[in-house]
């Protein structure tokens, strides 16, 4: 039996083409792959580490099987073990001869070594060696080797080669050559500087692959530099046209698309290129809207494609046409049931919505489910996009919601991150001082360790500066909401450290300032704080410092102080205390209440943190005393710059700086460690500051009735995470918007949305929209919550635009349809939108458009065009049918239902769009047909399976997967 | 850079290959890879393929027993992502025939050079099935 199972595995061997692989390497193999558990293939690593040192120490190992430990070794490290110490036959592996065995040496050193290890340097001579090889192959196994294991200083023993190769006859060398120029622009960037024009050069290859090779470095370089390469806008324009247009070969399609993955890389270079320019975007719009219409949307690529249309589109100087075909992808992708494409609408909308805020109306359900649904991934999507349509009228939903997400998970990375977003909205949009104030609470409570300690700092600061100059009353109001909501948390166990610095604080400055509270009660509860947290140093500082304050205050209101007994027992305790910061505070509460009432008031004087302290930095009020000391014969200060003569060595090192970074060895010391520079800017700040382009919102100042009176939205447009108390104080400092002016403003928009019938006080226009929104309420059962959340959400902006939008909110489209008269009504407006969302209207289409008798002027040889294009094309047609399909759905969605007439034409067209679908479903058919060719074989399985399992690795119970093929 | 890694990892969470275009050190390796397994391998059919995890993404594939996950920069066409990682498992595919795990496993290192070919310094190099398989069936011959 035993006998049989060789005999079974060395067949198997020869079948499989004489790898040579050993009973040993199958055994590994066969134990990994059945390991159960993690700590079982520990185990199983171990072993292989122990065999593999005794193996490798054998002499004179044939070279087969040296490839074969080399790939055991592979698998150790890969299971996360250490090789090194056979690091040195992989090195030596590379200088063989043979292609196999010099290409699995590159392999193993480039998965075991980084590009600075010692061993590299011993690898390069035989890349030099390499490169210069008769046979291609071997140069494009050194060029791989180069692409991994070249790093700064060792690019000048390679680079003259390397450019060499660019004009290699074979494409595969230039291909790499130029990816190993790519490389070392990554590494660095000088070396190759004066080479950068051959990457140009490369552009124009007649292979596609070195062309699409080069838009890598391309797409790095044009990253970093735009306006040098804005002359290529030619060019990539015109390569895109052409992979389009299928002229390149079909090894390079993929699921019959030409070549996406070239056409998505030239669309990000060109959305780089055609940002903020509209010359250069006016070259790209006609190529962009070809790949719009001829992309097949049925195919996850198409799709892929697609995404990556309107992400040039929303860079590039603005073209409604574009935006408009944006739009239909946008809302193909949300009613998708696929999670991926909703996931892309979301973050699509979230490009567009930055320059057509109105676009996301009509897709408030799909947002709200987006945001609703289990899956965390799509969940933080929608909120990144809710973060960037956020906007006064909004954000109160946006902030609750972001927070009770934020308190519901674990992850600190992103608890960290949602909660800077909150603070940056709040700060921002606040409706409300105590809005505020409860929602940085609650930011605080939950993830309070995790916040900035600035944020902290300048909520602090904002309490006390107040907002109004000369609203003293607002003020002291928001001041004893802060120490109302403070008192009722600080019973709360566990709370955040920064926030009990905060809570301290406050109580400390304002606890006893509006006379509701004694100053025994705040000072009771600032000992409990201080014991509650004993271990805590900074509260236990902020505690005893608040305390001294409300004394501080009592006694220079000339009011009796009686120090509490546990307040008392804790100044003792602090007095010991180890730390010598709390000791002096300690010290200097007791120095403090022993004075009197006039003494305390230049000292601490109440309500006065915000005054500016004058400090003599010169310390001048000391000369006299210095002066003395010098006539007694004191050496004179010599100041620290003189002492070490520092400054000049730091100059000289600056300017040696540039030439360190280009490629020698350094042979001086490094400098010595510069001091930090305090400015801790949290990521998120960095990043929004380019992610939230502040929207002007002309139509909101002007046509909503609340936002009259709301502050100017666009002055939002600094993110930084810090308080901009300058201009705060003018935003929250009006009398106007106090909360309860927001709230019944807000709760107004409930009620319209809500109710059918109710108008109140919102124009006529306003009410057809309402209809318009209701009339789809049964269609769709949407729960009265969501409707309640989308209102709100959206609410700002549902409110204004309707007369420009018509009867259903396309407002894009509205540009497009000006030559239709705004008084034909909602009927005449579907009609023609109709005609112009599709390129290939149908006969149904145009009876009904003669029938209205508001025509509009649509050319009817344009009309007859489409007619042509439908029997000619077939893509175009399904291009027409995804359009046609959309349409009714949102005439179902929006358009008035009383128009009876337009819904029979509404039902023929759905007729239509079933013969469309139809065909296109024949379509679809075929891929699958042509795809399971591809896939699996039933009896390749089998044999397969026979094969392994004469080899004598049997599927176990715990694996039977094992050896079903991938793609089943 | 765009793809930072590719990993291919068995649903009981065990790696079948790693290509890193970063360098790690072991221990981050390991660390990052237990990471993966744990947010990933537990999702269902119906959420994203795609999970955003510190300052980057995985986008992820399943064929039966294998999960491929690519890592990607934030930046990145995930639905791209995902289609690539099709496009692997269908080069590997044409290759092997009816490719399955212990293919990879046996094969480890021509795995590898199939990825090689199609990934050079984080960036997607080369689609063409023909001509990522050409060197290696050329180097067959010799």
């Known amino acids: 039996m035993e006998q049989l199972k060789t005999i079974g595995r060395e067949l198997a061997m020869g079948s499989q083409g004489g790898f040579g692989q050993s009973k040993e390497f199958l055994d590994l193999v066969k134990s990994i792959g059945e390991a159960r558990s993690k700590a079982e293939e520990e185990r199983i690593v171990l072993h292989e580490i122990e065999t593999l040192k005794r193996r490798l120490a054998e002499p004179d190992i044939p070279k087969r099987k040296m490839k074969e430990y080399l790939i055991r070794l592979v698998y150790v490290e890969m299971l996360g073990h250490d090789a090194s110490f056979a690091y040195i036959h992989a090195v030596k592996m590379t200088h063989d001869d043979n292609l196999v065995l010099k290409r699995t040496g590159y392999l193993a050193v480039s998965l075991f070594l980084n590009d600075d290890h010692d061993l590299i340097i011993l690898i390069v001579n035989t890349i030099q060696k390499d490169l210069k090889s008769d046979n291609y192959l071997v140069v494009c196994t050194a060029l791989n080797a180069v692409c991994k294991l070249i790093n700064d200083e060792t690019v000048p023993a390679v680079l003259p080669q390397v450019v060499e190769l660019l004009a290699h006859q074979k494409e595969a060398v230039r291909k790499k050559a130029i990816m190993a120029l790519h490389r070392f622009y990554q590494k660095s960037p000088s070396s190759v500087s004066h080479l950068v024009s051959n990457f140009r050069k490369r552009l124009c290859d007649n292979d596609p692959g070195v062309m699409g090779a080069t838009l890598c470095p391309l797409f790095d370089l044009i990253t970093i530099d735009v306006n040098t390469y804005k002359d290529l806008v030619v060019s990539f324009v015109s390569i895109l046209k052409q992979v389009a247009e299928r002229r390149l070969p079909k090894t390079y399609d993929y699921h019959q698309l030409p070549a996406p993955f070239i056409q998505i890389r030239l669309l990000k270079i060109l959305a780089m290129l055609g940002s903020g320019d509209k010359q250069a975007s006016e070259k790209m719009y006609t190529v962009v809207s070809d790949i719009f219409k001829k992309c097949d949307s049925t195919s996850n690529i198409g799709n892929a494609v697609l995404y990556e249309c309107i992400c040039c589109v929303s860079a590039i100087h603005l073209n409604p046409k574009l935006l408009d075909q944006a739009a239909q992808v946008i809302s193909r992708f949300l009613k998708s049931d696929s999670h991926n494409l909703k996931y892309m609408g979301i973050d699509a909308l979230g490009r567009l919505i930055k320059i057509s805020p109105e676009i996301a109306e009509q897709h408030q359900l799909a947002v709200i489910d987006c945001l609703e649904d289990p899956d965390d991934t799509l969940k933080r999507k929608t909120f990144e996009l809710l973060y960037k349509m956020t906007k006064s009228s909004n954000v109160e939903v946006i902030v609750d919601h972001m927070i009770s997400y934020m308190i519901s998970i674990n992850d600190n990375h992103y608890k960290t991150y949602i909660a800077s977003r909150c603070v940056e909205l709040a700060e921002q949009f606040a409706p409300s001082n105590q809005w505020f104030i409860q929602t940085m609470n609650k930011v605080f409570e939950h993830a309070g360790d995790l916040v900035n300690v600035k944020v902290a700092h300048n909520l602090m600061k904002l309490i006390a500066e107040g907002f109004g100059e000369d609203d003293d009353t607002a003020d002291s109001q928001l001041r004893s909401s802060a120490v109302e909501s403070y008192l009722r948390i600080i019973v709360e166990p566990k709370l955040p450290s920064v926030f009990l610095q905060v809570i301290c604080w406050v109580l400390g400055e304002y606890g006893t300032a509006d006379g509701k509270y004694s100053a025994s009660y705040i000072t009771g509860k600032l000992c409990d704080v201080a014991e509650a947290y004993s271990n805590d140093e900074t509260v236990k500082a902020y505690a005893v410092t608040a305390i001294m304050k409300i004394y501080a205050f009592e006694i220079s209101a000339a009011r009796k102080v009686d120090m509490l007994p546990e307040c008392q027992s804790l100044v003792e305790e602090l007095s010991a205390s180890h730390s010598t910061d709390l000791q002096q505070r300690a010290y200097e509460l007791q120095a403090v209440i022993g004075i009197d009432a006039h003494a305390i008031e230049s000292i601490m004087p109440s309500d006065a943190s915000c005054e500016d302290i004058e400090i003599d930095k010169n310390l001048s009020f000391l000369d006299g005393y210095v002066q003395r000391a010098i006539e007694k014969g004191a050496q004179p200060y010599i100041s620290e710059n003189e002492r070490t003569g520092m400054l000049n060595i730091n100059n000289f090192r600056n300017q040696d700086q540039p030439e360190a970074l280009s490629h020698s060895l350094r042979f001086e010391a490094y400098e010595l460690p510069k001091p930090l520079v305090p400015s801790r800017v949290p990521p998120a700040a960095v990043a929004s500051s380019t992610e939230l382009v502040p929207v002007p919102e002309p139509y909101y100042a002007r046509e909503t009735h609340q936002a009259a009176s709301l502050p100017s939205v666009s002055d939002a447009g600094s993110t930084e995470l810090k308080l901009r108390l300058d201009g705060v104080q003018k935003k929250w400092g009006r009398p106007t918007y106090s909360s309860s002016a927001s709230l019944t403003s807000t709760s107004g928009s409930h009620k319209t949305t809500n109710g059918v019938t109710q108008v109140d006080g919102v124009s006529t226009s306003n009410s057809k929209g309402r209809e318009a929104y209701d009339s789809r309420k049964p269609s769709v059962e949407i729960s009265p919550e969501k409707q309640k959340l989308a209102s709100s959400l959206f609410g700002g902006s549902s409110r204004t635009e309707k007369r420009a939008s018509s009867g259903n909110h396309k407002v894009s489209k509205a540009t497009e349809k000006s030559h239709v008269g705004k008084a034909a009504g909602a009927h005449s407006d579907a009609v023609a939108e109709k005609i112009n969302s599709e390129p290939t209207p149908d006969l149904l289409d145009f009876s009904d458009s003669a029938v209205t008798s508001t025509a509009p002027s649509v050319d009817p040889f344009q009309q007859l065009e489409g007619l042509l294009d439908q029997t000619e094309a077939t893509s175009t047609m399904n291009n027409g049918a995804a359009g046609a399909s959309r349409t009714p759905e949102i005439m179902g969605l929006y358009a008035d239902s009383a128009v009876s007439g337009l819904s029979s034409s509404v039902a023929n067209r759905d007729e239509f769009n079933l013969a469309s679908e139809l065909s296109n479903a024949a379509r679809t058919s075929q891929v699958g047909v042509s795809q399971l060719n591809k896939g699996p074989n039933p009896k390749d399985s089998l044999e397969k399976d026979a094969l392994v399992r004469q080899m004598g690795v049997n599927p176990t119970s715990e694996n039977p997967n094992l050896f079903k093929d991938l793609l089943g | ?142």
């Not at chain 2, 360098?23 to 269902?44: G, W, Y």
């Not at chain 2, 025939?97 to 990934?119: K, S, W």
């Open chain 2, 1 to 142: 850079m765009g793809i930072r890694f590719i990993l291919m990892v068995n649903k009981q969470g065990q790696t079948r290959l790693a290509q890193y275009y970063e360098h790690l050190t072991l221990q981050e390796r390991r660390a990052l890879e237990a990471e993966i397994v744990r947010k990933c391998l537990a999702r269902n059919e119906q959420q994203c393929s795609f999970v955003e995890l510190r300052n980057y993404k995985i986008v992820y594939r399943r064929y039966v027993s294998l999960f491929f996950l690519v890592g990607v920069d934030n930046d990145e066409n995930e639905l791209a992502i995902l289609e690539f990682i099709h496009l692997i498992a269908e080069t590997m595919d044409r290759h092997f025939g009816n490719v399955c795990e212990l293919d990879i496993m046996f094969h480890l290192e021509r795995a590898h050079f199939m990825l090689d070919e199609m990934v050079l310094n984080g960036c997607i190099v080369e689609t063409s099935k023909t001509n990522i398989l050409a060197p290696i069936q050329q180097m067959d011959k010799t």
